[in-house]
């Protein structure tokens, strides 16, 4: 490694470090591909099963509220099993783990798809969560490994075009097989994809050392205890009316007490479960609570949209999936820009300072949406948001692990992963929540005005007189401020979304500028 030298006037020259793979690879092509397929998978799973919901409801006799246990185990599965990719990855070795990763993912699938009840929908979606959990910090990790360091964000930016692609791919790509085929396709399609990317992982996924690491039990019950009762939490507490619960309280108590357990284990303990000196990286604990936002923005955007489009705006689910494309165009078309510039030395800091004040312009714009919003205008702002969360993405991967010893690197993915995955629960129910409080606020507030005095055709006190006709004009006009309060309802949504992509632009303050290579 060259050591830094001092230059004229005492300053020293920027410091420059090898640019040799860790683990090279005989065919880095194919494995690329390869770990691109498995990743694609998991994160594809996380959406494409949502559309499917209500024909397994009746498929598999469930009521409304426990159908959502379908999604429910996926996520509180994902997010307890994900903090032990690391050790895991030391013990049974990196290249062995995320084999049976792919093939647990793929058997999973099969058996989702097979499934004659809930309970067993159920289990085989937890069993999927657990298997999937580990495929996003190993993929991203051996994508690093097996390339040199100045090839990074080129390896971040085809890994972040996979992670940005899937949540808009997932619902369009669900809609049309349960649609079309069957909702359990929605599962079957898993197998192809996950074959041929298990074959080219047996055959050209390098090995990667093991050693011996003592496996913090305590540290991960605590961690397991906060990301269960936290996803419970977040998942139910719009079916419950959040705090109005006892079960919601419960919930609340033991996330904090699990938490405050983890630090202080975390603190005290002799081995926790993530080295405490992953945390000493400044730029890295930056680049985590950044993920946390990029979760929040991204993930409740993808979530508000389909809805919106297809509720208030009379789209389809292939025309919803088509106007939300654009959105996946942005992102590789700067996923690409942001690449180059991190490899000609362009401050990365500037990148994702800049990435988000282009989200944030692009909700802005979202936020002086109507119901006679057009076509045009969801695809421009498509791209345009895109474009920002591209320039947010590759700087921000290139800032977090540029510093990172090779050993952190698992476990650095891991916690990346994991902050985006609360990141997404947290901006879906919080977005979720704000929608509903603001439409039945925004109805009352509408509703209030309709009288009248205000209706310039006839009086709506008297149209009880008109019977039938009456009461279908009644219901007409309620429907249409039903219409514009739910449509208020989502401008206060990205309103909020907004004013947290320029409160999050300052971090990159506290961020230092990643060595030359």
């Known amino acids: 490694m060259a050591s830094a030298a001092p230059a ?11 640019d040799v793979a860790a683990l090279p690879a005989a065919n880095t092509g194919l494995l690329i591909f390869g770990v691109m397929l498995a990743s694609l998978l998991q994160v594809l799973d996380i ?4 559309v499917a919901i209500p024909h397994m409801q ?5 009521t409304a509220d426990s159908i959502t246990w379908v999604l429910t185990s996926y996520i509180i599965a994902t997010a307890v099993a994900m903090p032990i990719t690391g050790w895991l990855a030391d013990r049974v070795g990196a290249r062995r783990l995320f084999i049976l990763s792919t093939a647990g993912f793929i058997a999973s699938s099969m058996l989702c798809g097979l499934a004659q009840n809930l309970s067993e929908m159920v289990l085989f979606r937890a069993l999927q969560g657990v298997s999937g959990a580990f495929i996003g910090p190993l993929s991203q990790s051996f994508m690093l490994d097996s390339t040199r360091p100045s090839k990074h964000p080129q ?12 949540p808009i791919v997932g619902p ?19 197998l192809p994809v996950g074959i ?22 305590a540290g991960f019950f605590y961690i397991g205890l906060t990301m269960a009762t936290l996803q419970l939490m977040l998942d139910r507490g719009q079916q419950l009316d959040w705090f109005d619960s006892l079960e919601i309280w419960v919930y609340l108590f033991l996330t904090i007490t699990g938490a405050w357990l983890a630090i202080v284990h975390f603190v005290t303990a002799k081995d926790p479960l993530f080295e405490r000196e992953l945390f000493a990286d400044r ?7 950044f993920m946390l936002v990029v979760g929040v923005v991204m993930f409740a955007v993808m979530a508000l949209l389909p809805p919106m489009m297809q509720r208030l705006l009379g789209y389809g689910v292939i025309d919803t999936g088509m106007a939300l494309m654009p959105r996946g165009v942005g992102v590789l078309i700067s996923m690409q820009l942001a690449g180059l510039a991190v490899r000609h030395h362009a401050d990365p800091r500037v990148l994702v300072g800049g990435g988000f004040f282009i989200v944030g312009l692009s909700l802005w714009e979202m936020a002086h949406w109507s119901l006679d919003v057009d076509y045009s205008h969801i695809w421009w702002t498509g791209i345009f948001q895109g474009l920002g969360m591209g320039f947010i993405f590759i700087p921000l991967q290139a800032i977090a692990f540029a510093t990172l010893a090779p050993r952190f690197r698992t476990d650095g993915s891991s916690l990346l ?13 919080v977005t979720t929540t704000l929608l509903i409080r603001s439409v039945q606020m925004s109805h009352e507030d509408l509703a209030s005005h309709v009288t009248a005095a205000s209706s310039s055709m006839f009086d709506v006190s008297e149209m009880d007189r008109f019977q039938t006709v009456g009461e279908a004009a009644l219901q007409f006009g309620d429907a249409m401020v039903n219409r514009q309060a739910a449509m208020i309802g989502y401008i206060n949504d990205f309103s909020f979304m907004m004013w947290l992509s320029f409160a999050a632009i300052p971090l990159v303050l506290f961020m230092s500028k990643p060595p030359r290579r």
């Open 8 to 18: 004229r006037g005492g300053r020293a020259r920027p410091q420059l470090l090898e």
């Open 47 to 50: 959406t494409i099963a949502n």
């Open 58 to 62: 009746s498929a598999l006799g469930a």
């Open 155 to 166: 390896m971040m930016a085809l890994w972040g075009l996979g992670i940005m692609i899937g």
């Open 172 to 190: 369009v790509l669900g809609g049309w097989l349960t649609e079309n085929w069957d909702w359990r396709f929605v599962f079957f399609v898993n």
């Open 196 to 217: 041929l990317a298990l074959a080219l992982l047996v055959t050209n996924l390098p090995h990667r050392p093991t050693r011996r690491r003592r496996f913090d039990v």
């Open 283 to 289: 730029n890295f604990v930056v680049a985590v609570l």
């Open 417 to 429: 992963n994991l902050m985006r995955s609360i990141g997404s629960s947290i901006g879906i129910s």
